[in-house]
């Protein structure tokens, strides 16, 4: 019975507490696009987008089969150049900042900017394919 609780205890954490989520670790570190102008970094189960130099999105992401999905959990304020300060900005901070200048903003369109992608991906040595496009390690 002891053994039993420990299983159940464990299965609970996984599943409810840290989700159990996959991630595939050759893709650890940081990716930049042949043309350049892409850095990906993944770590974890962690990723963060810049475009240009400039932090672009951040979020988590799983893998499966050849499968990455990325789920964005913040966007950079030079994203939506209204935002008052150049930080990471999340989906309620920025539900905030639109509802205290008057406009309303739904949860379906909350939705729509912090939406999860999912895309197949391979990885060979220091070279990343990934939604159609090269990346090099590093």
């Not at 913040?74 to 309620?92: A, G, I, K, M, Q």
């Not at 406009?103 to 040595?125: A, H, W």
């Amino acid at each position: 019975m002891k053994n039993f609780c420990i299983s159940l205890l464990v299965i609970f954490f996984c599943i409810f507490a840290a989700g159990c989520s996959k991630t595939d670790s050759a893709l650890n570190g940081t990716w930049i696009s042949e043309i350049g102008n892409t850095e990906l970094k993944l770590n974890n189960g962690n990723f963060e987008h810049s475009e240009d130099g400039v932090p672009f999105m951040k979020g988590t992401y799983t893998t499966e089969n050849s499968n990455i999905t990325l789920t964005i959990t913040h966007y950079y304020s030079d994203v939506f150049e209204s935002l008052p300060d150049s930080v990471w900005y999340s989906r309620s901070d920025i539900k905030k900042i639109i509802e205290s200048r008057g406009r309303d903003i739904s949860e379906s369109e909350l939705d729509e900017i912090f939406t999860s992608k999912t895309d197949k991906y391979s990885v060979s040595g220091n070279k990343l394919v990934y939604n159609m496009e090269t990346f090099k390690r590093k």
